[in-house]
C-alpha cells in the first residue's frame, strides 16, 4: 500500500466527515449563516474534488496489483463525493426551506431533520474509513519502529565486529612484528655460523698443513 495514497485517503476521510457534519448544520439554517455555511461547504468540496485528483494520480503510478485495489477503493471514494454534491444541491434548491419545514412538521423530532440517514450512511462510513487509515498509519509506524530497533542492532553488531577485527589486525601487527624481529635474529645467527665454518675451516686446513710439514721434516 502506498503511503502517499494512505496520506490522502485520510485528508479525505476527514474532509468528508466534516462536509457531512457541514450539511446537517446547513439543513437547520436561514439566511446569511445558511450562505455562510454553503460557501464553507462548496470551499470543502473543491478541497475533497483534489484530493480525489490526487489519490487517483498516485494509484495510477503504481504497479497493477496494487492499483486495481486504490482504483476500487476510489470509485467509492467518488460516489461518496456525488452524493455530498447531491446533498449540497438540495440545500440550495429554492424549495429547500419549504422541504425542511415540511419534514420537521410531519416528523415531530427536531434530530429527524438534523441527520438524513444517508449522511449518516456517509458519516459512519467515512468514520470508518478514517479509522482503517489511523490502523493502518499505526501497523506502519509500529513496523518502522521494527525496522529502526533492528537496524540498531545490526549497527551494534557491525560496530563490535569492527572492533573485533581491528583488535585482530592489531594482533596480526605485532606477530607480523615479531616475525620480523625472529627473521633478523636467524639471519644474524646464519651469517654467524657460516663466518664459525670459514675460521673453522682455516684452522683445519692450517693444522692438516702443518702435519703435512711435520710428516715432511720427519720422514726427510
Known amino acids: 500500500m ?4 494512505e496520506g490522502y485517503e485520510r485528508q479525505y476521510c476527514e474532509v468528508s466527515a466534516n462536509l457531512s457534519r457541514k450539511c446537517t448544520a446547513a439543513a437547520a439554517l436561514n439566511g446569511e449563516q445558511r450562505k455562510q455555511k454553503l460557501s464553507e461547504i462548496k470551499a470543502g468540496l473543491d478541497d475533497a474534488e483534489a484530493l480525489i485528483r490526487k489519490m487517483d494520480l498516485e494509484a495510477r503510478s503504481l504497479q497493477p496489483s496494487v492499483k486495481a485495489t486504490l482504483l476500487a477503493k476510489l470509485r467509492e471514494y467518488k460516489t461518496d463525493l456525488n ?12 424549495n429547500a426551506n419549504l422541504a425542511a419545514r415540511d419534514e420537521l412538521l410531519e ?21 470508518e474509513r478514517l479509522n482503517h487509515s489511523t490502523d493502518r498509519i499505526k501497523e ?14 545490526i549497527l551494534q553488531d557491525l ?27 636467524l639471519t644474524a645467527m646464519s651469517r654467524r655460523m657460516s663466518k664459525n665454518k670459514w675460521i673453522i675451516g682455516s ?18
Do not use: W
Not at 577485527?165 to 635474529?185: E, F, W, Y
Open 2 to 5: 502506498s503511503q502517499v495514497f
Open 83 to 94: 452524493n455530498l454534491k447531491a446533498d449540497v444541491k438540495r440545500l440550495t434548491s429554492p
Open 107 to 127: 416528523s415531530g423530532m427536531a434530530d429527524a431533520m438534523m441527520v438524513s440517514a444517508d449522511q449518516k450512511g456517509r458519516l459512519l462510513m467515512s468514520t
Open 140 to 153: 506502519s509506524r509500529r513496523t518502522m519502529l521494527e525496522t529502526e530497533e533492528l537496524g540498531v542492532s
Open 159 to 185: 560496530h563490535q565486529q569492527r572492533q573485533s577485527l581491528l583488535h585482530a589486525h592489531n594482533t596480526l601487527h605485532g606477530v607480523d612484528d615479531n616475525i620480523g624481529k625472529s627473521k633478523k635474529i
Open 203 to 220: 684452522i683445519i686446513a692450517a693444522l692438516v698443513a702443518a702435519i703435512i710439514l711435520i710428516l715432511y721434516f720427519k720422514l726427510r
